[in-house]
């Protein structure tokens, strides 16, 4: 089962390795991890995508509980949040099928971000089906390049972590 878990920790060098240290030493491959600054430059946010059971899940946050630096975890409802990638994705055209992949990138309301002779430059926010639909609708292109921010998220309404 995947688990998107939201951890405030203070803002200082060496935090994010202890995060990512931890689950590693535990046996877990992050699928996505994001990190930035709150609101409160002296915070930040680790937004961690992890796929294990529930037994193995509450572990991980008890131990990352123990880590100094963390202020406050929790595990997001996938039911109750708002997430959000960005991705950018470089494809190879021509002027054969340029207008196809406009087309595809107008009805998914991604952006253009660099036209070069022989390949389109893709930007695209949204939830992470969006984005695999995309790029599954761009993969007989060629995709010549991919890169994804990982999975950012906020619970709806006004209760804060």
């Known amino acids: 089962m995947n688990?998107?878990?939201s951890v405030l920790v203070e803002n200082k060098a060496g935090v994010l390795a202890k995060i990512s240290g931890l689950f590693s030493r535990r046996g877990f491959?992050?699928?996505?991890?994001a990190v930035g600054p709150t609101e409160d430059d002296r915070v930040s946010r680790v937004t961690i995508t992890v796929h294990a059971d529930k037994?193995?899940?509450?572990?991980?946050?008890k131990q990352l509980y123990k880590l100094i630096?963390?202020?406050?975890?929790q595990e997001l409802d996938p039911n109750n949040i708002v997430e959000r990638e960005l991705v950018l994705i470089k494809v190879a055209t021509d002027a054969r099928n340029r207008a196809e992949i406009?087309?595809?990138?107008?009805?998914?309301?991604?952006?253009?971000?660099?036209v070069a002779k022989k390949s389109l430059l893709?930007?695209?926010?949204?939830?992470?089906?969006?984005?695999?639909?995309?790029?599954?609708?761009?993969?007989p292109y060629g995709i010549l390049?991919?890169?994804?921010?990982?999975?950012?998220?906020?619970?709806?309404g006004s209760r804060k972590i």
Request: some cysteine; overall charge negative; hydrophobic content about 45%.
């Open 3 to 5: 688990h998107i878990i």
């Open 69 to 73: 630096n963390v202020l406050k975890i």
């Open 102 to 114: 406009l087309e595809i990138v107008n009805i998914f309301r991604a952006n253009i971000v660099d």
């Open 122 to 139: 893709i930007e695209i926010t949204g939830t992470s089906s969006k984005v695999n639909a995309l790029k599954e609708l761009l993969e």
């Open 29 to 33: 491959n992050i699928d996505s991890l």
């Open 145 to 156: 390049e991919l890169t994804r921010t990982g999975k950012i998220a906020c619970s709806r």
């Open 55 to 61: 037994q193995g899940i509450e572990q991980v946050i």
